[in-house]
């Protein structure tokens, strides 16, 4: 079953079980991938489904850092809610370890010696590692390795 068939089983099944934050975050996702489909008509893999889910992932994360700024507990509950529902659908993220190796690898692949290459570095780095790594951590170890 494809990522995007068992977020719409789900959303079914949230129903039924009248969870309205697991429903309502589903179907924001949902919506998201639709709206991709028809501006670019095209049908998702399941790794694009995976970057929407990690873009949906990082903006939860930036509005829980917000509304904790602002004081606003019974918010941060909600994202927080949200962002571990979201993390059950995506795959286990990388140790440190894990990717730092792979991205020595892609280091001494493409030939990077300076900051100047980081371009190449993060390019084939986002290509192997996808989702089971964010952007930021991954800049922060290119940045270390190059440097």
Same mark, same amino acid.
């Given at each position: 079953? =494809?990522?995007?068939? !068992?977020? @719409?089983?789900?959303?079914?099944? &949230?129903?039924?079980?009248?969870? +309205?934050?697991? !429903?309502? +975050?589903? !179907?924001?996702? #949902? $919506?998201?991938?639709? #709206?991709?489909?028809?501006?670019?008509?095209?049908?998702?893999?399941?790794?694009? %489904?995976? /970057?929407?889910?990690?873009?949906?992932?990082?903006?939860?994360?930036d509005a829980k850092t917000q509304f904790a700024d602002a004081g !606003?507990?019974?918010?941060?509950?909600?994202?927080?809610?949200?962002? *571990?529902?979201?993390? *059950?659908?995506?795959?286990?993220?990388?140790?440190?370890?894990?990717?730092?190796?792979?991205?020595?690898?892609? %280091? $001494?692949? +493409?030939?990077?010696?300076?900051?100047?290459?980081?371009?190449?570095?993060?390019? /084939? /780095?986002? &290509? @192997? %590692?996808?989702?089971?790594?964010?952007?930021?951590?991954?800049? #922060?170890?290119?940045?270390?390795?190059? =440097?």
């Open positions: 079953m =494809s990522l995007k068939e !068992r977020i @719409k089983n789900d959303i079914k099944e &949230a129903m039924r079980a009248k969870e +309205t934050a697991k !429903r309502d +975050t589903l !179907r924001n996702i #949902q $919506a998201a991938i639709k #709206q991709i489909e028809v501006d670019e008509r095209r049908e998702l893999s399941d790794a694009d %489904v995976e /970057a929407i889910m990690m873009k949906y992932l990082k903006q939860r994360e !606003r507990e019974d918010l941060v509950a909600k994202e927080e809610a949200e962002i *571990s529902l979201v993390k *059950s659908y995506l795959p286990e993220p990388m140790s440190n370890e894990e990717l730092e190796a792979i991205l020595k690898e892609i %280091v $001494a692949a +493409t030939g990077a010696a300076s900051m100047k290459d980081m371009g190449k570095v993060m390019g /084939a /780095a986002k &290509a @192997k %590692v996808g989702s089971r790594a964010d952007g930021g951590r991954i800049n #922060q170890i290119v940045k270390k390795l190059l =440097s």
